[in-house]
């Protein structure tokens, strides 16, 4: 039996992702408002965090 595997996502995982959905969020309603520089600030936020969280996630070994 293995212990190692985590069952629930450490607490930087969680505020991670949801930095990532509130990035989203806050882009989609900017640019709904038609608030150009905003939207576009807040929607390279989001790109940022895609990345760093792509970056974080465990590579799966191969078999």
Known sequence: ???DKRR???ITDLLLRGL??????VALVEL???DWIGGG?????WLVF???ERRRAPL???S
């Open 1 to 3: 039996m293995q212990r």
């Open 8 to 10: 629930t996502p450490p």
């Open 20 to 25: 990532r959905i509130g990035a989203s969020t």
């Open 32 to 34: 709904l408002r038609s």
């Open 41 to 45: 600030l807040a929607s390279l936020a």
């Open 50 to 52: 895609v990345q760093v």
């Open 60 to 62: 799966k070994p191969r």
